[in-house]
């Protein structure tokens, strides 16, 4: 076998991973192999989310084409804000959210929502994987989908050799990461939780079609990831992996009375290889200091990032 | 290999069934593994659903002991009908919903709700194991647990040999089955798709609770079921099998342009070994008629019911 978490350096936040995988497994009594599960958030965690959310880019390009098509949308946020590219605009919006002011967030999350209603699941399919296999970051110089965590990716890997199942628990679009997700993270489909918009089913001769909605179903997000984990598992991980303050809840639902556990936060030092940000991050940093979770540093943890 | 569906008699559907399944498996490019998807509706189809469902059971005793706790619900619908053993009054509510009067069916729904509120998902899974391990069917005298259709449990074991993953789609609850789903069907947890209750998580220092409320989250019957396997597997289906006018749009849904499908309606058509009886059934076999679904004769087609 080869060197397990080749692309870690030897420091505590390797280690905890061996030491509890190590646990888990030395005496299968201890954690039946079907209990085995873990949770990994994706933007942030297991690729890169800045200066913005993959999904945001695809969205935004949405947007834009949506004003080509009709130009009385320009004058109307968030397609403004998109066909001007003004990304202050869409930061603040982000930035008032966490601050506590949603005075912009329901026109934005109207934009996002409209910019795949009423196309079929299939066709939104199609159009998340024409988009991930072949836009490309705006700054790191590479593809979208060269920039997932190698050490992360190499993690998964390594959970599922020794019994686990993986699941992605998104804030992001479950229906997005769906396609590249096997490619990307040997991850199958059904193991990609994530939000959802409204979905309606109608019938027809050719085996009905299921349409998006322009509402959500649910955010998966803060303490919606342990119920909708639950939902898709039915179990409480073993192992939570996240990087903000909306994957709180998920590593905190990870915790045990009688078999081991442990949580991971990635924390983003590395303005050289990546990038260096806390915004988002500051009430789970605080928490992980409080609770002993194992902050994973990307500048000093990895020995690669992608 | 030993012969495969012994429990099936040599009969239309049985060649049916292996012939979709050799036309998917002759050869890998037609239908690669990870696109083979079955989907199994629970209650009439998996196991026995008369004289009522196994879960309307579990919510019976429940509300009778709700009434020796608090007699003031003696009363009230539907405890004082679960107190009083009047399955008339269940049955007819249920008749008139299914003839479009739902005047009682909100009460009704209501104790149904209220009966495992504010609990633990935990506490709950205690409660289905226990009743599940240990109830027995009024008349047929068995256990519940063996009040699976056996030829069925062969079916779905076949099917994974095949390299198919199983689902659960049941109208019944979600977490009421997941505790015995790999017991009896051999689905893991994260297998079952099911009805589920409203959840809400809070916080705690043991790791936090997710808790059951007395709303309904969805009621994964006729449209929804297609949505909910999408949100679970990510795929349309190869392969339903069902037996009532909830299944007609999850069975509709395996429709596919370029690979084999099939479709399965059970017909309980068997009052010596099991029960006789196509109501709320009506719709799906005129369908089944018109589409040239595969019908199962619970009499004629079963070597073995249980």
């Known amino acids: 076998m080869n060197t397990p978490l080749a692309t870690w350096n030897d420091r505590p936040a390797k280690a905890a991973i061996l030491d509890f995988v190590e646990r888990c497994t030395a005496d299968s009594s201890v954690v039946p192999v079907d209990q085995r599960v873990a949770v990994f958030d994706n933007d942030g965690t297991l690729w890169c989310e800045k200066p913005m959310p ?33 990304y202050a605009w869409l930061a603040s919006v982000l930035h008032d959210h966490y601050a506590g002011d949603d005075s912009n967030l329901a026109s934005l999350a109207a934009g996002v929502l409209a910019a795949h209603a ?6 939104f399919e199609e159009l998340a994987a024409e988009f991930l296999h072949t836009a490309r970051h705006p700054t790191l110089n590479r593809s979208y989908l060269q920039c997932a ?12 050799e020794h019994g686990f199942v993986t699941y992605i ?18 991850v199958p489909r059904d193991g990609v939780i994530g939000s959802a918009v409204a979905l309606e ?3 027809n001769e050719s085996g009905g079609t299921i349409t998006r909605r322009a509402t959500a179903d649910y955010l998966d997000d803060g303490p919606e990831k342990p119920i909708r984990i639950w939902d898709r598992a039915g179990r409480r991980p073993l192992l939570a992996a996240g990087n903000s303050n909306g994957d709180i809840e998920m590593l905190d639902f990870t915790q ?20 260096d940000y806390t915004s988002g991050s500051e009430r789970a940093l605080k928490r992980a200091q409080e609770k002993g979770w194992t902050v994973v540093s990307v500048k000093d943890d990895w020995k690669t990032v992608f």
């Open 54 to 86: 993959i999904q945001l880019d695809f969205i935004l390009r949405r947007l834009v084409a949506m004003v080509e098509e009709d130009p009385g949308l320009r004058s109307k946020e968030p397609w403004r804000a998109a066909y001007e590219r003004d």
């Open 118 to 123: 009423d196309i079929s699941v299939e066709r």
């Open 149 to 160: 965590y190698a050490p992360m990716v190499e993690l998964l890997g390594y959970l599922r």
């Open 169 to 186: 628990a998104s804030g992001g679009g479950r229906d997005f990461m769906r396609p590249v997700s096997e490619e990307l993270y040997g």
């Open 201 to 203: 089913y109608s019938a």
């Open 256 to 275: 045990h009375s009688d078999k081991p556990y442990l949580r991971l936060l990635v924390l983003h030092d590395d303005p050289d290889r990546e990038f």
